[in-house]
Each structure stands twice: as C-alpha cells, then as structure tokens.
C-alpha cells in the first residue's frame, strides 16, 4: 500500500528553531523546524505526560519541560534520562505549504 501524506499543518506556522504543536485524528505530533528542515515526532513525552513542544529545541535535539529528558528529534533516541523510550518519528515534507506526515494508522 502506498503511503499516504496527510497535512499536519501550515508551513508559515513553524517558526525557525522552534517546536510546534499539532493534532491529526487525536494524535499528537510535534513538528520543529531547524533552519529550513522539518522533522516530526510525537508530542507526548513518554516518560510522564508533557508537551515537548512546551520543551527547549536546541539545533536538533528537544528537551522535555518536566524533568529534562533529551532527544534527538531526527531518530527520536533518548540521549538523557530520565525517559527510557525513544520517540515515535515521523516521515515529513512540504507540500504546497503545508507541512505532511505520514501517519502509520
Ligand atoms: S515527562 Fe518528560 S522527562 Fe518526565
């Protein structure tokens, strides 16, 4: 089955270095955008229940704004504690300004 792109949101709504806040069918998924690449992980931090798009971005790595897990937005690997699962990521593109995802059911 072919993937299929569904839009997250406007482009022009994601500020350069900096996290933004999405929902697609009760998913939520933070978009960032570093210099003019996108990326795209869950939004929910696994460790408790935080918005990392609350967080701190800094190049391509987001801090958690509850205890200040760290991960790499472009794997999602945990890169410090106190969070032990990685992030879900997600596949990203512009399209006709809008920022896409694909969004495993
Ligand atoms: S909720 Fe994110 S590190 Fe605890």
């Known amino acids: 089955m072919d ?19 999405c929902e697609v069918d009760g998913r939520m998924i933070a978009i960032y955008r570093v210099e003019d690449r996108y990326f795209a992980t ?7 229940y935080a918005l990392l798009s609350d967080g701190w971005l800094e190049g391509t790595e987001i801090e958690c704004p509850l205890h200040g897990a760290r991960f790499d937005i472009q794997s999602g690997a945990v890169l410090e504690g106190p969070a032990e699962c990685a992030l879900k990521t997600y596949a990203v593109r512009i399209e006709a300004g809008e920022v896409q995802c694909i969004i495993p059911a």
């Open 42 to 48: 869950e939004n929910v931090c696994p460790h408790a």
């Open 3 to 21: 993937a299929v792109w569904t839009k997250v949101c406007d482009a022009q709504h994601v500020q350069p270095d900096s996290a933004f806040a």
